[in-house]
């Protein structure tokens, strides 16, 4: 690839007024570098005749070029030193040539135009503060230039505040810094967004859009046909049967617990200097959790270590200033029998993506799965009596968008991807959630989107379906045709991987509930499926019960991707018949 591009070949330009050429030794040469303020720099052709210089284009700043410092013209008070870059003869003003590539990055300010965490210790993705959008920052350094001139990461100053900024949040004016993105189109679908419950404003959520990574020694499976495994030594000790029975089916993916609440997996470093607690509850696994993930591998499987994030007791326990808190006596604040870390904190943000890392390079989780990446439910009735201690002024919906990028970019680093589960109501239209999870902010950020849409969460009559934990097929699919409107909205939508019931009705929905067996586990997918949501399903069993997936093993033989991407598949919901339509 050459190492430059011109904007615009036919730019004459005339630059002098007054000129004045000199070439006294046209033979000394001098190895310099193309500098700016910006990603490119404007490379001019001499008319030797008249003495006029034309502008021929931007060039990429960093490139080498070779000069001839005796070759020089002045125009209008300027003065520009001949040079040969790719076989051609350029002239460039003299300021813009360096004597080492440190130089070629000029700029002292840019403006934030996508809200970004500042990064103090880039190792270990430690936060020192936060930039909103439109505000200015000093630029103290930069680490390298990007492939269009552009700078990877910024050291930057913001206030009293130092620290690291992707360049790609970033923009070298004012007037981009407030542009958002395709407004025209965007705009008046987020600004239509109700704030029915207090989440926050859609239109408050960053639309940019996020180039997601494709890891080359990391290929994710275009469909991951997943079963969820807890962190019980009794589950991973048996990993050898979860294989031959993996090796029957289709199940190409594994998620393993890492850290659930009150249920923390190994001893980690992380959980060594952020909670205590969680190492102390942890169990002596490390070597386990690398005998079980190797073999996984051994064996072809994908791999996804699965975390709980802002539902986290014990991190409460070691940190109440992070936690929510009630107003009248300060203490943390206890909800559906656990405490919260606020969805608002830093340093819950830090603990999480720090174990994710760590878990990453140690084992070689292909994926982090992060759960709880939400404030907690059925708070309306409470929400004057606690402290979420929100340092920045934010939504819900703008922290929790900005902890998915934050963790994405950091796990990105590592050489992993990020995926994050969401409620099912998050695919409804119209409004964003109490609990901060707006589905399109979320999926235009993360690498993979896994919405929890389990029969028997769903009141009776939703969509218009009675009893829809009885209707594994419909349920689905009706949320899954929601799902794709809100993938419409995003502008890089992330993949669509569903967790599914595996689990039978509980209880309390209804006492004649069905049994979730392979003929209702399969209606599950094929509905989703059906919906065109084709990036694959995870199990949903919290016991991870071997016997259990026996019993489902119909349903994960079925290569459901290669189904639906066969014309001639006909399935029938009414008798879980499946054939190909000549039949």
């Not at 051994?298 to 975390?307: D, K, Q, S």
């Not at 009559?461 to 949320?479: D, R, S």
């Not at 009414?574 to 054939?579: D, I, L, V």
């Amino acid at each position: 690839m050459k190492t430059f591009f011109r904007q615009s070949i036919a730019l004459a330009i005339a630059v002098v007024a007054v000129s004045l050429s000199a070439c006294k030794d046209p033979e000394v040469t001098e190895v310099r570098y193309l500098a700016s303020a910006t990603p490119t720099v404007e490379l001019f052709h001499l008319d030797e005749e008249s003495e006029v210089l034309s502008a021929v284009g931007g060039f990429l700043r960093g490139s080498a070029v070779t000069t001839y410092p005796n070759c020089t013209h002045k125009a209008d008070g300027v003065r520009y030193m001949k040079l040969a870059l790719d076989g051609e003869v350029f002239y460039s003003e003299e300021q813009n040539l360096v004597l080492t590539p440190r130089e070629a990055v000029k700029e002292q300010q840019m403006w934030v135009r996508t809200p970004a965490t500042i990064i103090g210790d880039r190792e270990r993705s430690t936060i020192a503060g936060f930039a909103d959008k439109n505000e200015c920052l000093t630029i103290v350094d930069y680490d390298s230039l990007r492939h269009d001139g552009t700078v990877a990461t910024y050291r930057v100053r913001l206030g009293d505040v130092e620290g690291y900024v992707y360049g790609k949040y970033l923009v070298f004016t004012p007037e981009e810094a407030a542009e958002r993105y395709l407004a025209d189109l965007y705009d008046p679908i987020h600004k239509a967004v109700k704030n029915s419950f207090g989440g926050g404003q859609a239109i408050g959520c960053d639309f940019y859009p996020v180039e997601k990574p494709s890891f080359e020694h990391n290929p994710m499976p275009h469909a991951c046909y997943s079963l969820y495994l807890n962190s019980g030594t009794n589950v991973l000790k048996n990993i050898e049967s979860y294989i031959a029975l993996a090796k029957e089916s289709k199940i190409n993916t594994f998620v393993i617990d890492i850290k659930d609440n009150e249920s923390p997996g190994y001893k980690a470093d992380a959980m060594k200097e952020y909670s205590p607690t969680n190492y102390r509850r942890a169990g002596d696994k490390e070597a386990l959790y690398r005998k079980v993930v190797a073999r996984l591998h051994e064996e072809g499987f994908y791999v996804v270590g699965r975390i709980t994030c802002f539902k986290d007791s014990y991190f409460v326990k070691d940190n109440p200033h992070c936690a929510i808190t009630e107003k009248a006596t300060g203490e943390p604040f206890k909800h559906n029998k656990a405490y919260w870390p606020s969805g608002f904190d830093r340093r819950v943000w830090e603990f999480n993506v720090a174990l994710a890392k760590e878990s990453v390079e140690k084992f070689g989780f292909n994926e982090i799965n992060f759960d709880y990446v939400r404030f907690p439910d059925r708070m309306t009735k409470v929400e004057d009596v606690v402290d979420y201690h929100n340092r920045y002024g934010e939504s819900k919906v703008q922290a929790i968008q900005r902890f998915v990028q934050y963790a994405s970019d950091e796990i990105h680093k590592v050489g992993a991807y990020v995926s994050i589960d969401v409620f099912g109501e998050s695919a409804n239209p119209g409004y964003t959630t109490a609990y901060g999870q707006y589905w399109p902010a979320i999926s235009n950020v993360a690498d993979v989107i896994s919405g929890m849409p389990y029969p028997d969460h769903f009141s009776n009559g939703y969509y218009g379906i009675q009893k829809p934990w009885n209707n594994p097929y419909k349920i689905l699919y009706e949320w899954g045709r929601r799902v794709q409107d809100r993938q419409k909205v995003t502008p890089t939508p992330a993949v669509v991987r569903t967790w599914v019931q595996a689990y039978n009705v509980m209880r309390h929905v209804d006492r004649n509930g069905i049994a979730y067996d392979a003929e209702n586990v399969e209606k599950e997918i094929r509905g989703l499926y059906a919906a065109g949501l084709t990036g694959g399903y995870i199990t949903w069993l919290a016991s991870s019960n071997i016997e259990k997936y026996r019993q489902q093993l119909g349903a994960f033989k079925q290569d459901y991707y290669a189904d639906w991407s066969n014309p001639d598949f006909y399935y029938d919901p009414n008798t879980s018949h499946a054939t190909d339509a000549e039949e």
